[in-house]
């Protein structure tokens, strides 16, 4: 039975349903926030693996940084900057820290906003989220799925519904993006 985690940064609103709890046995969440090292979040997802194997996705339930550009000192659908994930978030500047899982999953999607949003001029600085996003594949050995544009979501339950923008998906190999339909399984269809 393939096994799956959910990362929940807590700064992102809504809860995970008591009766989703118990019937997702599958389902490792993992809970951090601005108070908690994503290193906490690297042990247990190393210790998961550790115990099943492998995990075939894990899920990043997060804020990402987007909604303004400080390079074109503007407001609008920008992203790209990094994920609001733990004490030390995700940014260009110390993405590589997710070495510590590597070959921990085979998959990551990344539910957050403009995770991969690179818009024209962008590219090459802290606004490239297409870079992150592959850096991250990278780093992890994971193929990565991230949506371009600002995502919407019910809180209740995490009902993400479809994606806004583009999907794109990112190889571990440092091959360029592709755009893809979906990730292998979604978290409503595990949650």
Request: proline share 5%; charged share 15%; hydrophobic share 35%.
């Amino acid at each position: 039975m393939p096994s799956y985690v959910a990362i929940r940064d807590q700064r992102l609103s809504g809860t995970l349903p008591g009766l989703w709890m118990q019937s997702s046995p599958n389902v490792n969440v993992i809970t951090t926030s601005q108070t908690v090292s994503l290193h906490s979040v690297f042990s247990q997802l190393n210790a998961i693996k550790g115990s099943l194997g492998p995990v075939d996705s894990v899920f990043i339930l997060c804020h990402g940084f987007a909604g303004t550009s400080n390079r074109l000192q503007a407001s609008g659908d920008f992203g790209g900057q990094g994920l609001q994930l733990g004490q030390e978030n995700v940014l260009h500047s110390n993405v590589e820290i997710w070495n510590a899982v590597k070959g921990a999953t085979r998959n990551i999607v990344v539910y957050s906003c403009a995770a991969s949003n690179t818009e024209p001029g962008a590219e090459g600085t802290t606004e490239d989220g297409q870079y992150l996003m592959g850096a991250l594949a990278i780093h992890t050995g994971a193929t990565v799925y991230a949506g371009d544009r600002i995502q919407w979501y019910q809180p209740g339950g995490f009902n993400f519904g479809a994606w806004e923008g583009r999907l794109l998906r990112f190889r571990p190999d440092g091959t360029a993006p592709q755009e893809a339909m979906r990730p292998p399984i979604e978290f409503s269809e595990v949650a």
